[in-house]
T-cell receptor
Framework: DAGVIQSPRHEVTEMGQEVTLRCKPI?????LFWYRQTMMRGLELLIY????????DSGMPEDRFSAKMPNASFSTLKIQPSEPRDSAVYFC????????????????FGPGTRLTVL | GQSLEQPSEVTAVEGAIVQINCTYQ??????LSWYQQHDGGAPTFLSY????GLEETGRFSSFLSRSDSYGYLLLQELQMKDSASYFC???????????FGDGTTLTVKP
């Protein structure tokens, strides 16, 4: 398997524009996570899905952010309109869920999308 | 909710042993994970402790004490390539969701 795939790897856009980040999880994984990483705030969980259903979106900063997972092999994170403070590295990660307390709890991260909003 | 504390920076010399501590507060807890992240890279999984005690994987070991809400990552025979950030993460009882600490930047010097 190629691992978690994210596109684009780099995105530079202007304030007010719409940005769409894409993720293809590892085949067979039933959990998908979107994270944002900045120097100031560290690694933050934005939203996660289980079997394509959003489970917890409490980390989504505001209504400008939305995420979808139309099928098991694809997810998008959209920012509309984008603002300079959205500049960060956005990671997608996936894992195969195990009963609580069992398994390795290993999350597989994609290479990330470095977003710069001017 | 969940919160984790780990030192922001640690420096050690090649060949030495270093321990990175992590204390956590959580309302429900299943296990503690450790991830490594090199500059410009993505976090990669190192270890997971669901039970108290020591887990060893090569030069890296991880320890958990549930009664003390404490864990650590032990790196032995340090190499220059171990210079990276190390994150602890708590898997809470909201199954599937982990909270990450702010990370510890390890610098290995010759």
């Amino acid at each position: 398997d190629a691992g978690v795939i994210q596109s684009p790897r780099h995105e530079v856009t202007e304030m007010g524009q719409e940005v769409t980040l894409r993720c293809k999880p590892i085949s067979g994984h039933d959990y998908l996570f979107w994270y944002r990483q900045t120097m100031m705030r560290g690694l933050e969980l934005l939203i996660y899905f289980n079997n394509n259903v959003p489970i917890d979106d409490s980390g989504m900063p505001e209504d400008r952010f939305s995420a979808k997972m139309p099928n098991a092999s694809f997810s998008t994170l959209k920012i509309q309109p984008s603002e300079p403070r959205d500049s960060a590295v956005y990671f997608c990660a996936s894992t195969f869920g195990t009963p609580a307390g069992q398994g390795s709890d290993e999350q597989f991260f994609g290479p990330g999308t470095r977003l710069t909003v001017l | 909710g969940q919160s984790l504390e780990q030192p922001s920076e640690v420096t050690a010399v090649e060949g030495a042993i270093v321990q990175i501590n992590c204390t956590y507060q959580t309302s429900g807890f299943y296990g503690l994970s450790w991830y490594q992240q090199h500059d410009g890279g993505a976090p990669t999984f190192l270890s997971y402790n669901a039970l108290d005690g020591l887990e060893e994987t090569g030069r890296f070991s991880s320890f958990l004490s549930r009664s003390d809400s404490y864990g650590y990552l032990l790196l032995q025979e340090l190499q220059m390539k171990d210079s990276a950030s190390y994150f602890c993460a708590v898997r809470g009882t909201n199954a599937g969701k982990s909270t990450f600490g702010d990370g510890t930047t390890l610098t290995v010097k010759p």
